[in-house]
T-cell receptor, first 113, second 109 residues
């Protein structure tokens, strides 16, 4: 069983479209995260949720909106996609909010044309 | 300047060599994480430490809180160790991880 799963694995779309990436964890963790990895492979936190509550909301465009319907899911919706949104997006989870090992999903490679 | 600096950026070694990757940071932290990103893109957590030293198989991670420095060592390196190794710190001011730029390790047979 995959611990942290993301769908889709690849997403190719046109500028201006709206798209969603889904993340699910079956580890029973309380905290989930979204990270963006740019073309230089640099990782940066975007959001984190703890028990469905938004904890971290980094300076990302408000075109990005996370949604956590329950503790096991954290989805990322992106409106009006731009070329600069092309990146690999990783979901992760941990048992608690601080000082805990994070488990990463396989990543979603988003390409905006 | 990034709050987390790794060195070297790229490292090529021969199979069997002892490898060291360094990480320096400039902020107060509650923990430091070492991650491994496989050539296929997946990310795995190797260690989380806030003091001293941890060992797992051929991998050893150390941290010196006073000097704001951590090292990741790989003993008897193997081609399957080829990956990007990423240092990340969890700041005391919050739970967010701040990442280094990664070290690309290539181990040749």
């Amino acid at each position: 069983d995959t611990a942290v799963s993301q769908t889709p694995k690849y997403l190719v779309t046109q500028m201006g479209n709206d798209k969603s990436i889904k993340c699910e964890q079956n580890l029973g963790h309380d905290t989930m995260y979204w990270y963006k990895q740019d073309s230089k492979k640099f990782l940066k936190i975007m959001f984190s949720y703890n028990n469905k509550e938004l904890i971290i909301n980094e300076t990302v465009p408000n075109r990005f909106s996370p949604k956590s319907p329950d503790k096991a899911h954290l989805n990322l919706h992106i409106n009006s996609l731009e070329l600069g949104d092309s990146a690999v997006y990783f979901c992760a989870s941990s048992r608690r909010e601080t000082t805990d090992t994070q488990y990463f999903g396989p990543g979603t490679r988003l390409t905006v044309l | 300047k990034n709050e987390v600096e790794q060195s070297p950026q790229n490292l090529t070694a021969q199979e069997g060599e002892f490898i060291t990757i360094n990480c320096s940071y400039s902020v107060g932290i509650s923990a430091l994480h070492w991650l491994q990103q496989h050539p296929g893109g997946g990310i795995v957590s190797l260690f989380m430490l806030s003091s001293g030293k941890k060992k797992h198989g051929r991998l050893i991670a150390t941290i010196n809180i006073q000097e704001k420095h951590s090292s990741l060592h790989i003993t008897a390196s193997h081609p399957r160790d080829s990956a990007v190794y990423i240092c990340a710190v969890e700041e005391t001011s919050g739970s967010r991880l701040t990442f280094g730029e990664g070290t690309q390790l290539t181990v040749n047979p």
